[in-house]
């Protein structure tokens, strides 16, 4: 049986992929093997071997929330626990362009996707409009220079994974923000665009690199979470390495109750 649903656009080029959240890494073993079309890979390999891991806390003089930079500070010191050998260091390659041009991509898929849907403007949050507005804007040459400088980072990042299997940084640069807020304005006290919060993950969608995403602590209830990349085609490496450190530090995670719409927590068959 199929439940009906909305097909939507795929506005960010070949940035955009399909990923899996869940609450143990044996389960995104299962849906990773579902999405990429496995058919025998296990649901549990073990310790990973040692790996070499860049540590990454910062990227150049952009600001990142002090309680997310203690929380995967710990997350690489315990990586280095596990037996890798973690260096900490800058990233091998500059992404500041990348992010200042990065909102081109999505500005011009929204004058593209309003071009299409006739009702756009009436549906839409004030800010995708505007956002539509400014990709009317933007010219071939804008978009061109961008699409230019994203080789030439692919090229880089594929260098970078020559010497290290994976890099640790965080997920976000910023806690969670209050929901009627697009974007947070300022984080650590220093301004930042729209694009401040996101400034560790759009070089990951660009050069095409798999990441996976796991706890690193919490602050007053809220989560925090650090990512570990690598190179293309490395799924099984990050599921590893994420598997490792989940039943040396993880083991005792509690989690929320899954709740139902009614109330009521589901019956739900864990074999």
């Known amino acids: 049986m199929r439940i009906g649903c909305t097909q939507l656009p795929q506005l960010l080029l070949d940035y955009e992929v399909v990923g899996a959240f869940a609450r143990t890494i044996r389960d995104l073993r299962l849906a990773h093997r579902v999405l990429s079309g496995g058919e025998s890979e296990g ?30 500070d710990a997350v690489a010191a315990r990586f280095a626990e596990l037996g890798h050998v973690v260096v900490q260091d800058d990233l091998p390659f500059d992404i500041s362009a990348l992010n200042e041009l990065w909102p ?20 839409a949050d004030s800010k995708y409009v ?9 010219s071939g040459g804008d978009l061109y220079a961008f699409l230019d400088h994203v080789e030439h980072l692919r090229k880089a990042a594929r260098d970078a994974f020559q010497q290290w299997d994976a890099i640790i940084m965080p997920s ?100």
């Open 43 to 72: 649901l549990g390999r073990g310790c990973a071997e040692p790996r070499r891991i860049l540590y990454v806390p910062r990227l150049g003089e952009a600001p990142c929330d002090p309680l997310i930079i203690v929380a995967c």
């Open 104 to 123: 081109i991509v999505g500005r011009v898929a929204l004058s593209w996707l309003r071009g299409r849907e006739w009702e756009f403007n009436r549906l």
């Open 130 to 138: 505007e956002w539509a507005d400014s990709g009317e804007r933007a």
């Open 172 to 271: 976000c640069a910023a806690m969670p923000w209050r929901a009627e807020e697009p974007f947070p304005v300022v984080i650590d006290g220093k301004p930042v665009g729209s694009r401040g919060h996101a400034i560790y993950t759009a070089w990951v969608n660009a050069v095409h690199a798999p990441a996976i995403a796991i706890p690193a602590g919490e602050s007053g209830g809220i989560p925090i979470g650090c990512q570990i990349v690598g190179r293309m085609g490395s799924e099984p490496m990050l599921l590893d390495l994420a598997e490792e450190y989940e039943s040396r530090y993880l083991a005792t995670r509690s989690w929320p109750a899954f709740v139902t719409s009614g109330g009521e927590e589901p019956d739900l068959q864990t074999d």
